[in-house]
């Protein structure tokens, strides 16, 4: 499942050099996350780490439109790092 | 550029002449000063050292500097040292600015350049150059020494950024600084600079600047940016180990602004065997991540100061604080059951607070058990959200210019549903409440001897801050009071409990508001006049024919003309207009203001009251019943105002 985030973000862009996919940018007037890019950190960190830094409760949270499963997360983070 | 002087001032005040060599032999000597302010206020008992004026010393010692810095709450300022500097440097808050430009002047006029910083003068540079040479705006550590660098010849003022200065007679600011990246750059603040410092004082550290958040009051974005700069946790491991304190202050602005790095931080702390107590600034969202909780209290952390900031959904909404009363509740749960104590603070007085707000706080923060609070008065801090939307364009009004009075403990505006009198008195009385006995007693109880012995000090200091501003309470009441003393000084009978109010008024949206409110404290309303304001003689004779009727004659104001309201504004000019030039024998005239955007309308109200009750409680709860009715309507239209404030009985 990728992350979202909420529109209660206040866009401080903590998240933005956490998340090992560049999976995050800023938008207008809320940061985004690009479920096509979102590993939920699935082979980087135990945790997603967008929602680790963020000073909000319940920001960044699992996108339920993007159910995938712990295999379908490392297939994707093979993809966007085919280096290993 | 100031020369320096020629002398050499000792102690008794004489002047030595410096011979040629000393000049050159002699180390240069650079005072910094953090004065205190000149009134009691929460910290008064407790000195949380700012780190300014203590970095700045240790940066000018390593380049070669005698340095003495005096901060002023930790010891008295030895006026011959400060005299006897080649440069002397002033932090200012705005509470403490005018002991900042008083010492300012002083050191001037001794022929020593100034060097003025902090947020006060980041946000008033204008201002601090008439006590100060130089004005630093913004982080400091950079700027000062290109600024010593210029002052000895060696490059342009023009070039350095956030300095404001005197060019030819004239004020100059130049761009501002952008914020210092590299934080590790800066040393370790020495703390043994501090004249009269003490090894077992509370110790601040920074390990972060900056708040992601914006809060309306706050003027720390304004300073140190919404990015959250932080210096690394192998440097604030070594601050903590040099400086081996009993109690640190994370001084961050918002400690765990960063959850994961903060936990990082609060491990190698653990991992380190550096778990000295601790408290910082934090967020209710700290209470809801079980491993940072673990984290703090396994690091030994103390208490938490908590940015609560109210119990009245509106006022939280009002502050762009995003939270919820449910969520403050939570987190006092959470922190609780893990034994950290909680600094609950609470800003009172907001548009959609009124004086029951400030007691419900008061009983809400005995009733959760919270081990001490601060009910601050909101204060429109230069460099604020707040001051730059309502103060600083002049859609508010500030009661007073006294920057010593800006420090949370006095009211300087006028609140919608309160006159500032009874804010101020609220917050203090309200602030009474909690340091009770009872609560003291429950400490004790609790074998809490800590929280008994600042509960208790607390309790004194409260005592002592109502005697040191007895005559700003009594200046703030008899602002209520003024028409009162008018009509009490001019009449001969006894009241009639009967005003005079125009006609006009009487017919608009506002006058039925207005005639509920009189009612419901016994007093008529007479209307004068016809539906539209006569001209000339015709209102002298209507005016003739209240005296001895009424005592007194409210006269509407409307400082601007808002869409839809052009009819009655321009009843209201022609009204003032056609006022008779001999007023001594009518009935005193209050204003009334409509269209402001402050509390005008609640402190006119309340001062027409005041000539028939001293009991202010009573035309409160008047105005209470009337609000509803207040919020639509039409001479109001562009002035928000609240419908009946929430208040949260749990």
Redesign the interface.
């Known amino acids: 499942m990728a992350l979202k985030i909420e529109d209660n973000c206040i866009s401080c862009g903590a998240c933005l050099p956490e998340c090992p996919n560049d999976a995050i940018s800023e938008g207008d007037p809320l940061y985004i996350i690009d479920p096509e890019l979102c590993t939920e950190c699935v082979g980087f960190h135990e945790d997603p780490q967008c929602a680790a830094v963020c000073p909000i409760d319940e920001c960044c949270i699992l996108d339920p439109e993007y159910k995938e499963t712990q295999e379908e997360l490392l297939a994707k983070k093979a993809r966007i790092h085919p280096e290993g | 550029m100031r020369r320096r002087p020629g002398y050499i001032l000792r102690a008794d005040g004489s002047r030595k002449r410096k011979q040629a060599g000393e000049y050159l032999m002699r180390k240069r000597k650079f005072v910094l000063v953090e004065p205190k302010s000149t009134h009691l206020h929460v910290y008064s008992r407790y000195t949380i050292p700012r780190l300014g004026v203590i970095l700045l010393g240790t940066m000018l010692r390593d380049r070669g500097w005698d340095v003495k810095v005096y901060i002023e709450d930790v010891s008295p300022v030895d006026m011959d040292e400060v005299l006897s500097a080649d440069i002397v440097g002033v932090s200012s808050l705005t509470s403490t600015a005018p002991q900042s430009y008083r010492l300012g002047e002083l050191v001037r006029s001794h022929g020593i350049p100034v060097v003025m910083g902090g947020t006060h003068v980041t946000f008033c540079p204008d201002e601090a150059l008439e006590y100060a040479d130089y004005v630093v705006r913004g982080e400091g550590e950079e700027a000062l020494f290109e600024l010593i660098d210029a002052m000895d010849g060696r490059g342009p003022f023009e070039n350095i950024l956030g300095l404001s200065y005197w060019k030819s007679g004239r004020k100059v600011h130049n761009p501002d600084r952008p914020l210092k990246e590299d934080l590790d750059s800066n040393p370790i603040p020495d703390y043994s600079l501090v004249e009269g410092w003490h090894s077992n004082a509370i110790i601040s550290i920074a390990t972060s600047r900056g708040c ?3 809060c309306t009051f706050c003027s720390v974005p304004g300073m140190y940016g ?3 700069r932080m210096h690394s946790i192998e440097r604030v491991i070594e601050e903590i180990r040099i400086n081996k304190p009993q109690y640190i202050f994370f001084a961050d602005d ?1 400690f ?6 903060t936990k990082d931080l609060l491990r190698r702390m653990i991992e380190e065997g550096l778990t000295p107590q601790w408290g910082a600034q934090v ?3 700290t209470a ?1 991540d079980p491993e940072l909780l673990a984290l703090m209290k396994e690091s030994n952390c103390f208490n938490v100061f908590v940015g609560f900031e109210s119990i009245n959904p509106k006022t939280l909404d009002l502050f762009n604080k ?1 939270q919820t009363y449910e ?1 403050i509740v939570a987190s006092i749960k959470k922190f609780k059951e893990v034994g950290i104590r909680i600094h609950g603070m609470f800003v009172v007085g907001s548009d959609a607070d009124d004086k029951e707000t400030i007691y419900e706080t008061s009983r809400f923060a005995r009733e959760y058990g919270l081990e001490t609070i601060q009910l601050m008065i909101l204060t429109p801090l230069p460099g604020s959200p707040d001051y730059d939307q309502f103060y600083a364009t002049g859609n508010r009004e500030l009661l007073s210019k006294d920057w010593s009075l800006y420090d949370g403990h006095h009211a300087v505006y006028r609140p919608k549903n309160m006159t500032a009198y009874e804010l101020n008195v609220a917050a203090i009385d309200a602030m009474e409440e909690f340091y009770s006995w009872k609560t003291i007693l429950q400490s004790v109880l609790r074998k809490d001897i800590i929280s008994t012995i600042i509960q208790t000090s607390s309790k004194n200091l409260l005592k002592a801050w109502k005697k040191q501003n007895r005559d700003y309470i009594q200046g703030l009441r008899d602002q209520v009071f003024d028409k009162a003393k008018e009509v009490a000084v001019h009449r001969d009978v006894k009241l009639s409990y009967r005003i005079g109010v125009p006609r006009f008024i009487l017919d608009a949206e506002i006058g039925k508001s207005l005639t509920s409110f009189m009612t419901e404290l016994g007093i008529s309303v007479v209307p004068f006049g016809g539906s539209s304001p006569d001209s000339g003689g015709g209102l002298t004779s209507r005016l003739d024919w209240l005296r001895g009727k009424v005592d007194c004659i409210v006269m509407p104001v409307m400082e601007k003309s808002g869409h839809g309201q052009e009819e009655i504004y321009d009843k209201i000019q022609r009204l003032w207009k056609s006022l008779p030039r001999q007023k001594e024998d009518l009935p005193a005239m209050v204003k009334l203001f409509l269209d402001r955007q402050d509390g005008s309308l609640y402190s006119s109200m309340a001062q027409i009251a005041a000539i028939f009750t001293k009991d202010l409680d009573k035309v409160h709860k008047a105005y209470r019943s009337i609000m509803p009715s207040l919020s639509g309507n039409e001479v109001l239209t562009h002035v928000p105002v609240e419908s009946k404030p929430v208040i949260l009985r749990v």
């Open positions: 992601p958040f914006t919404h990015g959250f918002l765990t602004a960063n959850r994961k790095r967020r209710i969202e809801f995003r969520k």
